[in-house]
């Protein structure tokens, strides 16, 4: 079973950085992608970013194009989530996972446990 585990996560001022990581125990292609998921308290899931496991394509919600950047590192089994410009509707728990691709948290299979992301002045 594939098990992933984040980190990275932190308290930054608006405008600041972050970078995110996603350690898998196995990289599979089994599974097509992994995306990068947030929630804020009281909210419901959200799709943030996902990668491809097999060509490396991207995908991003809106809210988030031109400031953060999804990678990936085959040979560390990681996947980076690189947070520029933050603001603070960015704040929430940041959850990567794998599954099936797209933004959907549904069509993702296994999760890892989520790093606390804060930006505040």
């Known amino acids: 079973q594939v098990q992933l585990v984040e980190s990275g996560g932190g308290l930054v001022q608006p405008g600041g950085f972050l970078r995110l990581s996603c350690v898998l125990s196995e990289f599979t292609l089994d599974y097509y992608a992994i995306g990068w998921f947030r929630q804020a308290q009281g909210q419901a899931r959200e799709g943030v970013s996902c990668?491809?496991?097999?060509?490396?394509?991207?995908l991003y919600t809106a809210s988030v194009k031109g400031r953060f950047t999804i990678s990936r590192d085959n040979g560390k089994n990681t996947v980076y989530l690189e947070m520029n410009s933050l603001k603070p509707e960015d704040t929430g728990v940041y959850y990567c996972?794998?599954?099936?691709?797209?933004?959907?948290?549904?069509?993702?299979?296994?999760w890892g446990q989520g790093t606390q992301v804060t930006i505040s002045s």
């Open positions: 996972a794998s599954g099936m691709g797209g933004l959907r948290p549904t069509d993702y299979v296994h």
């Open positions: 990668i491809s496991t097999s060509d490396g394509s991207t």
